[in-house]
Each structure stands twice: as C-alpha cells, then as structure tokens.
C-alpha cells in the first residue's frame, strides 16, 4: 500500500511547537460521508515575528477547471509572498486562487500552495475554509463529528517533513558514551539515529537495547509534543560488497532471510499501534544501490563481489521490498540512501543512479509512493557547503572542475549535490514533495586547518587545495578520516528541498578497524581503514587518511570523538 505525503486524518486543528496543521477528515470516518473538500494547512517554519505555511485541497466534488480557497483569521497575520496560487488579503480575509498552470481540479485531485506571512502574538491556524464558496472538511454542512468514547484519538498525521515542529529521539546508549567523554556533555543531547545492522540488533544483542526498548524511550521522550525517530536499515544480503569492514552478517543470495527475518519482525514492531503516534524516519540500506552503478565491470573501480550483486538483482529487490513493507506502516517515512556527492557527483554516475533508485523503488511492490525522500552522506565526511571555490570559476585558465580535487565533478558540496539529485529523482517520477536529509555529523571540517578564504590563484590546484573545507587526500576516502569534525548540529528544514541536516552516524562510532579484528558481527578488515594503505582506484590511489588504532566498525572510537570535537564547524562553545 502507497501514500502521498500528507495524510488527512482528524479535523482538529493543532499547534505543535514551532509548527501546525490543520487536519481534515478521512471520507469514511465519523461523519465524514459528505465531506464536499479537505484543505491541510500547515505551518512549516515559525520564527518571533514570521511564518511559511503550506496548504493541500483536494475536490470531493465535481471536477473544476478553476478555484479558489478562503479563510480568516483570528489574529494579525499578513500575508507577504506566495507561490503556486495568487494570494489576496482583505484586512483577515484571505483568498487564494489557482495559477493558470494548476487550475484543474479533478474529484479526488489535489492543488498545492505556499506562502510566507508576519504576526505578532499569537499565530492561530484558520478555523474554517472554503472552496469556491463550499466549506471543507465538515459533513452535511454541519462541524466534523468530534471523536466519541469508542474512537481512536486523532494521531500519527502523516506530514510533508516530519522533523518540522518535532524533537528527535535521542539514543540513551550513545549519549551515556558521549556524556562520558570529557567535554562530550556538550553534544550527548543531540539526536543520532538507532542502527539495525544485523538480525540480532532488533531484540538487543551483547546487552543493548532492541528496536521495542528504543521505541518505548522514544514514547518516554516524545511526552506530548511530536518526535521523530530515526532508524538505519541496514543489512542487505551481500551488503557493501565494495567495502571490507561494513560487510553484514547476509551471503549474496540469502535475500529470503532478508525478508522474513530481518524486514518483515522490523515492520512488525514499526507496525504496532502502540507506537502510531510517532514520526518515524527509516534511512534505507546506506552504501548499496550506488555500488551497482560505480563499482561493477567494466569499471577500473570495479569488485567481483558487486558484479555478483548487480547480477543476482538482491540490492534491488531488498530495498524494493523493504520500502514496500515499511512503507505500509502509516506513520513511517522512508528515505532511501543516494551516496555522496564524491561518489555520484560525476556525469557517467549521476543520472544512472538516479535510474538505479527509481527501479529499487518500483520492485518487490513497491512503488515511488513509499519513498519520502533520500538521505546523502550517510555516515561520510564530504563537507556540506563549500564557499571559497565553485565549479563555474576558471583560476589560471583552467576550469575549477579541472583541478585535481574535483576533477571534473559538477559538484563540490553536498548542498548543491543534494538539491541537484532531488530535481533529477523528481523529473523520474518521484513525488515533486520529496525531501533530502543531509548527514551533517562528521563534515564540519574546522579546527585550525579549516581555510578562511581562497587559495592562492597561481593555479586551479593551489586554489582550490587552499581553499577547500574538506581536507581529506581525496573524497573516495570513507574510514575513520584524520581531521575531521562535527558539523552542523541536527535542525529541521535548513534549505529549500533539505528536509533536516540529521546526525544519522553516531558521532564517535567507527567505521572500520585499521587491523584485522576477530568478530562475530561478520565484519571484516579493509584497507582502507589502515593508515598505511596506499589507496586504490576508488580513492585516485591516494592514501588512506584513516586514524590509526580504531575498533570494528559500529564500536566506540574515544579518540575519533575528541578530534571531532575539537575540530567541530560551527565550534562547541
């Protein structure tokens, strides 16, 4: 089963925290049977003395060829610019009338609009709409019947980005090793995600929490307000077949173990209405759909282990049918892993793998409906904005993208690269709402290597070399990275398109041992997570950049979280 981003399921309206919606009830519900059009209101950003608001209408009635929704409201807010309807305000009455481009409104089609306003006090969503003169989400002229003793309390509405108006869970078991830290008190409150990388992690293995203890804080912390809950799925059958020391605990062909031992018990739980009142995030089998593209024959870049992926089709079909089946459970958003801008920022790996993504998201039953948005730089390092160099400038008659550090990139940040990759999933056929989460946990790159302007211009490398926040030996590099830092800290709805900068990478876990370490998590030893290893066609065969001295991955690196910490951009106060 499929849903669209915003789901209409209680006519009440409410505040929460910064944001608000107004929601309209479900044809079907208490009286619901003659619902003649449903308008979603929603605050999405709130500041002291401004808001953005997103509205949905969607037609019960007979289909139009033009529209226009009203309101009121009780208090001061004015309204200053708008996009996708044409916005009039008279004193508190506000009218918003389509565009000549969106004017059809089928039955059961819907019309977006958006705005940004001004109040001053209080900013009270409306408490009545129309359209065309008809008023919504009420039945037989009268108000939405409200709840009875035998009904379900309105809850779980589904939202255009779920970290709008919303706390996120913070992992007890990562903030205890971070307060434990000197000076780590400072971020042991930030939210991180909860990792699922192998069976056992869902009912607690080695004496820590599974995903039911996790949801249950989850319901202690939320309390009354909103929380998001962000959960990695992450044990694909074959899983990093590029990469040695994340291989998960699955052979290559055991896709049907994937499925009803590791899929179907998460969805499961997920499932479980005692937990339907949170926002759940699953970030989608990191570091897999892109290896089908980069690193498979005939690539110098390729490995046996991904051809045999590519062939067997199991990336494919997992991520198909973990969308289909955590996509069923109404208050779960799913955000699918796409890589980082150093990996898929170049042309020949660009749109393919936007095409890679579109197919896993239309197999095993799923379709693009499930996807809520995607995720880059999962547990990576590339920075999120560089500002003293850009792919458009020529230094010393050669074109940045010339330089060896981009070399030929059209991208040199994950901003630009992530909103870039929205448009191009969008024009495949993705949801035109489709949000990005940017992982911001370990790309902050200060400290007092971080540059304060351009390098010197006596050529493109100097320029870029002496400019660039990133400082790894090249952007293949993955495993522990020297240097590194926090970045910014987890926030909702930073950019137009990035749905939250998110600390999905715990800060402080590694990603690799730089040895060979007996384990029984069936991690093994990649070279590249030794500081002496000399590189690799992946990595231009620069060295490694990796710490020296880390754990298997997954496991607490005390010394990578203290150079994050000194190195973090913004800096810890």
Partial sequence: MSRTR?????????????????????????????????????????????????????????????WAVKWSYAGNQKIT????????????????????????????????????????????????????????????????????????????????????????????????????????????????????????????????????????????????????????????????????ASNGELGATEIDKYKTQYIDPIAKILADPKYASLRIVTTVEIDSLPNLVTNVSPRATATPNCDVMKANGNYVKGVGYALNKLGDVPNVYNYVDAGHHGWLGWDDNFGASAEVFKQAAT?????????????????????????????????????????????????????????????????????????????????????????????????????????RYDRRFNTGNWCNQKGAGLGERPKAAPEPGIDAYVWMKPPGESDGASKVIDNDEGKGFDRMCDPTYTGNPRNDNNMSGALPDAPVSGHWFSAQFQELMRNAYPPLS
Avoid at 165 to 194: F, H, L
């Fill in 81 to 244: 610019s708008g996009w996708n309807a044409k916005l009039t305000q008279s004193g508190a009455a506000v009218t918003a009338a389509n565009e000549s481009y969106n004017g059809t409104l089928a039955t059961g089609g819907s019309a977006s609009f958006g705005f940004q306003g001004t109040y001053s006090g209080t900013n009270a969503i409306p408490a009545a709409f129309t359209l065309d003169g008809v008023t919504c989400n009420v039945d037989s002229g009268g108000p939405t019947d409200p709840p009875g003793p035998t009904d379900p309390p309105p809850q779980g509405a589904r939202v255009d980005n779920p970290y709008a108006g919303a706390k996120v869970y913070v992992n007890p078991e990562w903030s205890a090793k971070a307060a434990a830290e000197p000076g780590g008190s400072r971020i042991a409150n930030q939210p991180t995600g909860v990792w699922m990388d192998r069976t056992a992690a869902i009912n607690g293995a080695n004496g820590k929490m599974g995903l039911r203890a996790h949801l249950d804080e989850a319901l202690r912390q939320k309390g009354s307000g909103e929380l998001v809950f962000q959960v990695v799925i992450y044990n694909l059958p074959g899983r990093d077949c590029a990469a040695l």
């Fill in 363 to 467: 197999a095993e039953g799923a379709t693009v409906a499930d996807v809520h948005g995607f995720i880059a730089n999962t547990a990576n390092y590339s920075a999120l904005k560089e500002n003293n160099f850009s792919v458009d400038q020529t230094v010393a008659g050669k074109s940045v993208r010339e330089s060896k550090w981009v070399s030929w990139n059209r991208y040199v940040d994950e901003l630009s690269y992530a909103k870039a990759l929205r448009e191009k999933l969008v024009s495949l056929g993705f949801d035109s709402k489709i949000g990005m989460l940017i992982d911001t946990s370990r790309n902050g790159w200060g400290g007092t290597a971080r540059p304060t302007g351009p390098g010197a211009t006596t050529s493109v490398d100097t320029y870029v070399d002496g400019g």
């Fill in 6 to 66: 915003t789901a209409l399921l209680a006519a009440t309206a409410l505040v929460a925290g910064a944001a608000g919606t107004a929601y309209a009830a479900v044809p079907g519900g208490a009286g619901a049977a003659a619902v003649p059009c449903t308008v979603d209101y929603q605050v999405q950003n709130q500041w002291d003395t401004g808001f953005t608001a997103s509205v949905t209408v969607t037609n019960h009635g007979a289909a139009k060829s033009s």
